[in-house]
């Protein structure tokens, strides 16, 4: 179990790093900024200890809140990993010439992070909750 609080800054840090590239889309450095912003969130949903920004909030924002709900972080998990695919596969496009595809790639994690941050409501985290329900219930 995780603080809620600790995975909305995760989610929403992560989210605006994805921001900050987008608006800096014009710099060649662009898509090696964007790798660097999915390395943090691919090793964020490999384990919740090994993100920097959840590690910065236990250390230096939790202190200063009160402590928030706990909640299992396991669809949360599931959802940055393939967020971190498919930003990862937006820098490849932009790389490889395709910058439309790219960013656009990249704007949907963005958004799909700022949705899930803010509000509860990301499309995808509930989708990926669908279909492993659905699997859990065949077994």
Known sequence: MTDRG???FHQLVMAGGFGLTLMMAWI???PW???LVVLVLAAGSISPGG???RRFHRYFVAPLQA???AEDPTSFLRADALLSVIAFAGAVFVVAGVPPLGWALVGLATL???MDGLADAAP???LLDRT???SESRE
């Open 6 to 8: 600790e995975r909305r």
């Open 28 to 30: 060649e450095a662009a």
């Open 33 to 35: 900024l964007i790798t």
């Open 51 to 53: 993100s920097l920004t």
């Open 67 to 69: 402590e928030g709900p």
């Open 112 to 114: 799909n992070l700022l």
């Open 124 to 126: 995808l985290r509930r």
């Open 132 to 134: 492993s329900q659905r």
